[in-house]
């Protein structure tokens, strides 16, 4: 089964309207809660008067810092410390920041309320942008800089040198449904339906805000939606649903409005960049200096190290990174599909491309001449890497020999016509994860895990990989997800969901065959008696020996003998060790082609093609993989084109709708040619290695490359637009 393109388990719940998200829930009693929200980015509340709210029909309460319980703050987790949490003095940091909220009988009657709600400031100047001086700048506080070799004598080594700044806009992540929480409590029980990615992190999050055992807390997410990354941590209006479901006693759901989206569930954090790089005549790269300052909220701990893909990108033996974060009063950042590699790879390979023409050399041979046959940091092997191959095939079907050299030599009547590369090498990312499976009388399988599917294929891939585990047929087996109760799970985020859960599915599914070995192996009734773990097989709902299939019997036969209703075994994995394995667990690679149309006298740019080539290891469903790298493509061609949120001097999100904020549509987006090649990754058990991320990156920096390509221009800011164009 692994490998087959397999229909989505779950579509039929999908498109019947049967698939139960959060919005979808309807307790009894409940009740509804809207926010009141700050005008002004900087300064205090001087004034707050909730009379009249608290009057108006169907109010519950209205919260403020004032009467709003005292709130621990959230748990450290492995991708960063928690958001701040909401309601803690008057202080105001950002435009869009709570300063209420208001809990009422119905929406409507919640919204009215909260428009009534007076807040008086004492404003203050705010700082906006990463150049402003007044911006405190923190240095990478992971420890992830990078210097390794003699940069300078590197560059002096170089017969042509490359240098500029580039820039990425603030991009929002913007999943179509609205996210919100639907909380109660049932004493110091606490249940909550979130749209969240990662269950496991909003129990333990609000278990340690709100002072409870994590063990009372349960979180569902059966069905998320979309989620890009803002799913990922915990925002204020979780925690604030909680603590309205707590204030009133009864259960309470609140959802965010579109332009609330734009301020409370994070963004990817803009960036300005500054790159260097050397090479000798010969196109061999000689040094690489890659640095980075990128926004972050005034008190929130955000981090995304940008520069950071220059250090492993190419085999250059002198090379330096360095990220840095300017405080600013703007909304609290978070990950956007591909965090800091989209940025960072855009810099890096806008330079490369320059670079090639500096060199009057392919772009596509600067890159086979310098591409890296072992990790550049660690100096191991890789434990996969067919990137080489995705240049070949993605040339050979892109056609990247027909290209003319020349910038501004192609044409298609009077547009101009251009080619563009970027690679890419997305970093692995495993942690460790939990599995259950079962198997029943009937012979049907149960696996279940606390994950969640943010549309990657995740119910259906691990339906599909435990069916192949237990020789059954996919629907004969059931999988479950986006229940806290469930075996821990790390995020659905990272690329890294689908190996962990993958291998922790693995796991739960071999020992599951071997508890059933271990039953019959001494039961003289079975024909497996006997029989030793490296002797028997599984297939069409049995387990049988190898040496004779016809020798065998099903799960269900054995159960019943042993009078079972059912066997289960739990699995889990690790994430693997470069240092015990000896080699670099290598994260996904790949190779990206664009073609556009640029008219000169209007300044329109359009993507016509796209070829991706990936390296993700073993593919576990061909199907699901590929629209995963559509849909990264699509994400990139908005990157790259269209994506800027834009705040205005006061530190108002001026575009805040879907009307204002461009995203990429169908007739932006052309077809897109995906292609997987490479083989099993020796790394983990399952050989995958994930492709959310790696579909986005690297598509705007081709895109730019075309670009040039076909206008002489290089453009070193994103988006690419009309104004940056003429």
């Not at 082609?593 to 740019?605: I, M, S």
């Not at 993700?616 to 699901?624: D, F, H, M, S, V």
């Not at 730019?704 to 988006?719: E, K, Y």
Request: hydrophobic fraction near 45%; include cysteine.
């Amino acid at each position: 089964m692994v490998g087959e393109g397999l229909v989505r388990v779950e579509a039929p719940l999908k498109v019947t309207g049967r698939a139960r998200y959060f919005n979808d829930v309807d307790v009894p009693g409940m009740v509804h809660a809207v926010v009141v929200r700050s005008t002004v980015a900087a300064g205090r509340v001087t004034r707050l008067d909730t009379a009249r709210a608290g009057a108006a029909s169907g109010v519950l309460a209205v919260l403020t810092h004032r009467n709003m319980p005292r709130l621990a703050a959230g748990p450290m987790t492995i991708i960063g410390a928690s958001p701040p949490v909401p309601l803690r003095d008057d202080r105001v940091l950002y435009h869009g920041q709570p300063v209420a909220v208001v809990v009422a009988a119905s929406a409507e009657e919640a919204r009215y309320a909260a428009s009534l709600v007076e807040v008086g400031y004492a404003p203050a100047e705010p700082v906006l942008h990463v150049d402003d001086p007044r911006a405190e700048l923190i240095d990478d506080p992971w420890g992830l800089d990078h210097v390794r070799g003699d940069v300078e004598a590197g560059f002096a080594a170089a017969d042509v040198v490359v240098e500029g700044r580039f820039t990425t806009a603030d991009n929002t992540n913007n999943p179509l449904g609205p996210m919100g929480t639907v909380a109660y409590w049932n004493g110091e029980a606490l249940t909550v339906h979130d749209a969240t990615q990662w269950p496991h992190n909003v129990r333990s999050t609000l278990a340690a805000v709100f002072g409870v055992p994590e063990a009372g807390v349960r979180v569902l997410a059966p069905f998320v939606g979309g989620g890009f990354g803002a799913g990922l941590r915990v925002w204020p209006h979780v925690l604030l649903a909680a603590a309205a479901a707590r204030e009133v006693g009864l259960p309470v759901k609140l959802v965010l409005s579109r332009p609330e989206m734009f301020s409370s569930v994070g963004h990817r954090p803009d960036s300005v960049q500054w790159i260097r790089i050397g090479a000798r005549g010969d196109g061999v790269l000689t040094a690489i200096s890659h640095e980075s300052v990128s926004s972050l909220g005034m008190e929130d701990e955000d981090f995304e190290p940008v520069s950071r893909c220059s250090a492993g990108a190419y085999a250059c033996g002198s090379v330096r990174t360095r990220d840095r974060q300017a405080r600013l009063h703007i909304p609290g950042p978070g990950s956007m599909r591909a965090p800091a590699e989209a940025q960072g790879n855009w810099a890096l390979e806008s330079a490369i491309d320059e670079l090639a023409y500096g060199l009057g050399m392919d772009p596509l041979e600067v890159r086979l001449r310098n591409l890296a046959e072992v990790d550049p940091v660690s100096g191991m092997p890789w434990s996969s890497n067919a990137l080489r191959e995705c240049y070949a095939e993605g040339a050979r079907r892109f056609g990247w020999a027909r290209r003319s050299p020349e910038p501004g030599s192609m044409r298609d009547g009077r547009r101009f016509v251009g080619y563009g590369l970027a690679a890419v090498s997305y970093p692995g990312y495993q942690v460790a994860c939990q599995a259950r499976a079962s198997v029943g009388r009937d012979g049907s399988a149960f696996v279940r895990s606390a994950a969640t599917d943010i549309g990657t294929g995740t119910y259906t891939v691990m339906t599909q990989l435990a069916a192949g585990l237990l020789g059954l047929d996919p629907g004969r087996v059931r999988f479950d997800l986006g229940d806290s109760d469930m075996p821990y799970a790390p995020q659905a985020g990272g690329s890294g969901l689908t190996g962990a859960l993958g291998n922790a599915v693995h796991s739960a599914c071999l020992r599951l065959v071997q508890e059933f070995c271990d039953l019959v192996r001494d039961d003289p009734a079975s024909p497996l008696c006997g029989a030793g773990p490296g002797e028997v097989a599984v297939g069409g709902g049995r387990i049988h020996l190898v040496a004779d299939p016809s020798r065998g019997e099903a799960f269900g036969e054995i159960l019943v003998r042993h009078d079972l209703v059912e066997l289960a075994a739990d699995g889990r994995s690790v994430p693997p060790d470069s240092g015990e394995l000896g080699m670099a667990c290598a994260g996904a690679f790949g190779a990206k082609f664009v073609e556009v149309r640029v008219d000169p006298e209007l300044g329109l740019l359009r993507v016509v093609r796209v070829v991706s080539v990936i390296d993700g290891g073993r593919i576990l469903n061909a199907e699901t993989a590929a629209s995963q790298i559509v849909g990264g493509t699509v994400g990139g061609i908005g990157q790259a084109m269209l994506e800027e949120t834009v705040t205005d001097p006061t530190g108002r999100i001026a575009n805040a709708t879907f009307g204002d904020y461009l995203i990429a549509v169908n007739a932006d987006v052309p077809d897109v040619d995906v292609v997987f090649v490479g083989g099993p990754d020796r790394a983990t058990a399952t050989g995958t290695k994930g492709v959310g991320e790696v579909g986005l990156v690297g598509i705007a920096a081709a895109v730019g490359n075309a670009v040039f390509h076909a206008t002489g221009r290089r453009i070193r800011d994103l988006p690419i637009t009309i104004d940056r164009l003429l």
